[in-house]
């Protein structure tokens, strides 16, 4: 099986023989490229039926007289083929749904961050002003509530956020990004490795950014990249924030003094972790974005910052 590279669009898998009818048929551009299976990358379409067919003739033979069943000549508008047509770049994987989902999401998430910032501010505030051990207790009731809901809403959050990743890694692959690190399996598992989750999830979201602009030079692209920097700041700021916040109050002695300093290590994890809601949403935007615009055909110069 051929996959070709023709009209700035990739086609394929076609059987040899069907590929070689198009070439015959001069359906095949100068600039057609062509990969199969065993190859280490795309070679010119020349390469492998050698020199094209000579051009058909400037004008077409005169007609003849009649038909050899002796009746008058009439052509055969059945067995003429259609002009091919220029090819369109087609999703391989459905981003564009999945994306607004995970965006939809992590906007929920942020304005839950949000309000859980503001309630710890407000536990506080309000601990400071009659400090009791009953006022702690019927704040962290409160908190508790809001943390399960938090629980539920980042799994499916999570769930649809993976789901984006291996759906844009698979199609930046296909329309010809080479040589990026891992696979868009891959992409996924290293968020579930230790300490490896601590970089190269990052490496391949931003390898993921630089493809979706431009997957045939996808090295050389830049722009963008500063968002998946801030996101992954705060993203590992919230968690080691959120691990000191947890550790902290499983090992606190029950006074209003611990509790205070609880509640200022969890207005710094909730501001954090908003920080890392708002820059994913941005990252997912973007890559999102980019992905429709090179499907849509629109070159990287044109992408508005």
């Given at each position: 099986?051929?996959?070709?590279?023709?009209?700035?669009?990739?086609?394929?898998?076609?059987?040899?023989?069907?590929?070689?009818?198009?070439?015959?048929?001069?359906?095949?551009?100068?600039?057609?490229?062509?990969?199969?299976?065993?190859?280490?990358?795309?070679?010119?379409?020349?390469?492998?039926?050698?020199a094209p067919p000579p051009p058909p003739a400037a004008t077409p033979p005169p007609l003849p007289e009649e038909a050899p069943n002796?009746?008058?000549?009439?052509?055969?508008?059945?067995?003429?083929?259609?002009?091919?047509?220029?090819?369109?770049?087609?999703?391989?994987?459905?981003?564009?749904?999945?994306?607004?989902?995970?965006?939809?999401?992590?906007?929920?998430?942020?304005?839950?961050?949000?309000?859980?910032?503001?309630?710890?501010?407000?536990?506080?505030?309000?601990?400071?002003?009659?400090?009791?051990?009953?006022?702690?207790?019927?704040?962290?009731?409160?908190?508790?509530?809001?943390?399960?809901?938090?629980?539920?809403?980042?799994?499916?959050?999570?769930?649809?956020?993976?789901?984006?990743?291996?759906?844009?890694?698979?199609?930046?692959?296909?329309?010809?990004?080479?040589?990026?690190?891992?696979?868009?399996?891959?992409?996924?598992?290293?968020?579930?490795?230790?300490?490896?989750?601590?970089?190269?999830?990052?490496?391949?979201?931003?390898?993921?950014?630089?493809?979706?602009?431009?997957?045939?030079?996808?090295?050389?692209?830049?722009?963008?990249?500063?968002?998946?920097?801030?996101?992954?700041?705060a993203w590992i700021g919230a968690g080691v924030i959120g691990q000191i916040t947890t550790q902290y109050a499983l090992g606190m002695?029950?006074?209003?003094?611990?509790?205070?300093?609880?509640?200022?290590?969890?207005?710094?994890?909730?501001?954090?972790?908003?920080?890392?809601?708002?820059?994913?949403?941005?990252?997912?935007?973007t890559i999102t974005r980019l992905q429709q615009e090179w499907v849509d055909g629109a070159t990287a110069e044109n992408t508005v910052?």
């Amino acid at each position: 099986m051929i996959y070709l590279i023709r009209n700035e669009g990739q086609e394929g898998p076609y059987p040899k023989e069907v590929v070689r009818g198009m070439y015959d048929r001069g359906q095949m551009p100068s600039g057609t490229l062509y990969w199969q299976q065993g190859m280490a990358d795309w070679a010119p379409i020349a390469e492998l039926f050698g020199a094209p067919p000579p051009p058909p003739a400037a004008t077409p033979p005169p007609l003849p007289e009649e038909a050899p069943n002796g009746q008058p000549w009439q052509p055969n508008y059945a067995q003429l083929e259609p002009a091919p047509t220029r090819a369109r770049r087609k999703w391989f994987k459905d981003v564009p749904s999945i994306g607004k989902a995970t965006v939809i999401m992590l906007s929920i998430l942020l304005g839950l961050d949000i309000l859980d910032t503001l309630l710890q501010i407000f536990g506080w505030a309000r601990l400071t002003n009659s400090p009791s051990l009953a006022t702690a207790h019927a704040q962290s009731g409160v908190e508790l509530s809001l943390g399960l809901i938090y629980l539920l809403l980042f799994l499916v959050t999570a769930v649809c956020f993976l789901t984006w990743v291996y759906r844009a890694h698979s199609n930046v692959r296909e329309w010809g990004a080479r040589d990026m690190s891992g696979s868009p399996s891959m992409s996924v598992v290293w968020f579930f490795i230790p300490l490896a989750n601590l970089y190269f999830p990052y490496k391949h979201t931003r390898e993921l950014c630089q493809a979706s602009r431009n997957p045939r030079d996808w090295r050389n692209q830049t722009a963008h990249l500063n968002r998946v920097g801030l996101w992954w700041a705060a993203w590992i700021g919230a968690g080691v924030i959120g691990q000191i916040t947890t550790q902290y109050a499983l090992g606190m002695d029950e006074t209003v003094e611990n509790y205070l300093r609880l509640y200022q290590l969890g207005v710094a994890a909730q501001a954090i972790s908003a920080f890392s809601a708002f820059f994913a949403i941005r990252v997912v935007s973007t890559i999102t974005r980019l992905q429709q615009e090179w499907v849509d055909g629109a070159t990287a110069e044109n992408t508005v910052e």
